[in-house]
């Protein structure tokens, strides 16, 4: 099953000693508004998003419909189609999205380890 894009959303303290520190690292700025306290940032093919205030711990992200460099992709599975896969395997999700519906949605589970993981459509 195809989850879609791949990155790491870190839960900083503070955005701009997190971007300076990444930028260090070779990571550049590819998205993002750093005054509404989120960026996303790309090295390479690794790709991170800092988010200040927004969640509670780091999580692991997938974009279906998008690819490393957030380019809508011609075909993909539905936010809603991972949702019904998962749960038809009898994976407990901590939220769902509307099975009906269409365009961007979200979906919440953790892993045994607690790990969260966001499944994140924006198309």
Do not use: C
């Not at 520190?21 to 390479?44: C, D, R």
């Not at 011609?74 to 189609?81: A, G, I, K, S, T």
């Amino acid at each position: 099953m195809q989850l879609g894009a791949f990155s790491v959303s870190l839960a900083v303290r503070d955005i701009a000693v997190s971007r300076a520190f990444y930028e260090q690292l070779g990571f550049a700025v590819m998205a993002g508004e750093q005054a509404q306290g989120w960026l996303i940032m790309k090295s390479g093919s690794t790709v991170i998003g800092l988010f200040q205030g927004m969640f509670e711990k780091n999580l692991l992200t997938f974009n279906p419909g998008w690819d490393a460099d957030a380019q809508e992709l011609p075909e993909f599975l539905d936010v809603r189609q991972i949702q019904a896969r998962l749960q038809a395997a009898g994976v407990v999700l901590d939220q769902t999205t509307d099975p009906h519906g269409n365009g961007p949605a979200h979906i919440t589970l953790t892993d045994p380890d607690g790990n969260p993981i966001l499944i994140d459509q924006h198309v």
